[in-house]
């Protein structure tokens, strides 16, 4: 009979450098005889809900935490009892000749990152991860696009070595906020300045009852007058979005009404033809194609200002971003590659996105890299407004609603479809020329789509 031991197995960092989820749902109970990558539990970070597959095959020896429970990235969620051979997730990790041994002695195997690996010093150190650890045990909703090691701290200075320790994401949450790390305490291995303790610095510094500092759900007074809600997954990370593009990004919003009747006869005439049968075609689909052409003319919207190094990146690439109400809240999934779309393959993509997004199984690789967003407020009767940039992002649009309304048409007073267009950006990174010539080219393939011949 082969020996047992306890392995635990501690929440993982899901993507994008976060530093906590909540556990929403156990699918396992102590007792239970688990497989390799069986599904154990359901957990929500502060972008998507993910399914979280068991790294060991064995026996539930304990669960740390409950459902319902906000857990720090790198904390025991979970033990297993596994056989002394088979306490490793896979022969291919066994095989993985990137890892030194002491690295594989101070930690365990895991979905994208534990956090830093400590070492005698007591602070973090970096290692080289193979391609077999970071490929195993597999989480569907999260594509493999780049590896993410979120808690790695890079080797500074010695000059350096004084100043509290954070990752680089925190330490620009830090500045954008105005935040002296050095008053921060961290909470996170060894120390860690984490996301989590800079925001709550900010909330424990703000006037009491205030909205940061929400108390978990309650309802308070006899006649059920008041009721609070925690601020945590989807709605907190938008408002520490927002926060920070308000903020960090001088905004300019500048606003053009249009006559669409010409788009909307091509949508109706593409919607009767063979081609898109069976295709769901919106407004939206074809303003997204306006703005994807509209782009090539002007690639300064299409752009980010990397503050750490003083430098604009322009993309040659269009991620499009699409905001989507969903039951957790905002959230902007965006569409990889769109510049390299047909009207087809588009629609295709738009409809994917917006299914899963309202079923609220987007994963945080979609949720990440884009570079530019439509915001379609049309959908609720709102004919305008200042949409906030998505952090990161230059320039966002917002479509209004198509109304009938007088208008003056071969000169001549008439009802047409008339829409309004919304175009926020980032100063720093577009001048006022360039976004009026971007809205102007925009408004003017919507009110003829057949002026796409001359921009082409």
């Not at 990137?98 to 956090?115: F, I």
């Not at 391609?131 to 999260?142: G, Y």
């Not at 006037?207 to 008041?226: L, N």
């Not at 199984?361 to 439509?374: E, R, V, Y």
């Amino acid at each position: 009979m082969s020996a047992t031991m306890i392995k635990e197995f501690r929440l993982p960092d899901l993507g994008e450098g976060l530093t906590e989820s909540e556990i929403l749902s156990w699918k396992v109970a102590v007792g239970d005889t688990v497989t390799l990558n069986q599904v154990i539990a359901e957990v929500e970070t502060a972008k998507a809900v993910v399914e979280l597959p068991s790294p060991f095959a064995g026996i539930v020896a304990a669960l740390h935490e409950q459902a319902g429970t906000v857990v720090e990235v790198g904390k025991p969620i979970v033990s297993f009892e596994v056989d002394d051979a088979g306490a490793s997730p896979s022969s291919a990790a066994r095989s993985g000749a990137a890892v030194s041994e002491e690295a594989t002695a101070k930690r365990e195997p895991n979905l994208v990152g534990y956090g830093a690996v400590v070492e005698k010093s007591g602070r973090p150190a970096r290692r080289q991860r193979s391609f077999a650890e970071e490929s195993i045990p597999a989480v569907e909703p999260v594509p493999a696009v780049e590896p993410i090691v979120p808690h790695d701290v890079p080797s500074e200075p010695t000059a350096e070595q004084d100043r509290p320790r954070s990752t680089p994401p925190v330490r620009k949450l830090a500045r954008d906020l105005g935040v002296d790390l050095q008053l921060v305490k961290g909470t996170g291995p060894s120390g860690l300045i984490t996301r989590s303790d800079v925001q709550g610095f900010v909330a424990a510094s703000e006037p009491q009852g205030s909205a940061q500092t929400a108390a978990p759900a309650v309802v308070v007074g006899a006649a059920g007058r008041e009721t609070r809600t925690p601020i945590k997954g989807v709605r907190k990370f938008t408002a520490a979005a927002m926060v920070q593009s308000a903020f960090t990004a001088p905004h300019v919003t500048e606003f053009l009404t249009i006559d669409v009747t010409p788009t909307m006869e091509l949508l109706t005439r593409l919607k009767a033809s063979r081609t898109f049968a069976g295709y769901k075609l919106t407004p939206l689909t074809i303003a997204a194609k306006a703005v994807l052409i509209a782009l090539r003319r002007n690639p300064s919207l299409n752009s980010r200002w990397d503050e750490a190094a003083q430098e604009i990146v322009q993309f040659n690439y269009v991620n499009l971003g699409i905001a989507a109400a969903t039951p957790r809240g905002l959230t902007v999934p965006n569409i990889k590659d769109a510049e390299q779309m047909t009207l087809l393959e588009l629609s295709t993509a738009l409809s994917e996105l917006t299914d899963t997004a309202r079923s609220g199984k987007t994963s945080p690789a979609d949720l990440s890299g884009g570079t530019i967003s439509i915001t379609n407020i049309g959908v609720f009767g709102i004919d305008a407004g200042t949409p906030i940039l998505n952090p990161g992002e230059a320039a966002i649009v917002a479509l209004g609603s198509v109304r009938k309304a007088p208008w003056v048409h071969n000169d001549e007073l008439a009802v047409r479809q008339v829409m309004s267009l919304s175009l926020s950006f980032d100063h720093r990174l577009v001048d006022g020329e360039q976004g009026s010539k971007f809205l102007a080219d925009l408004g003017a393939i919507l009110s003829d789509p057949a002026t796409v011949m001359t921009m082409i």
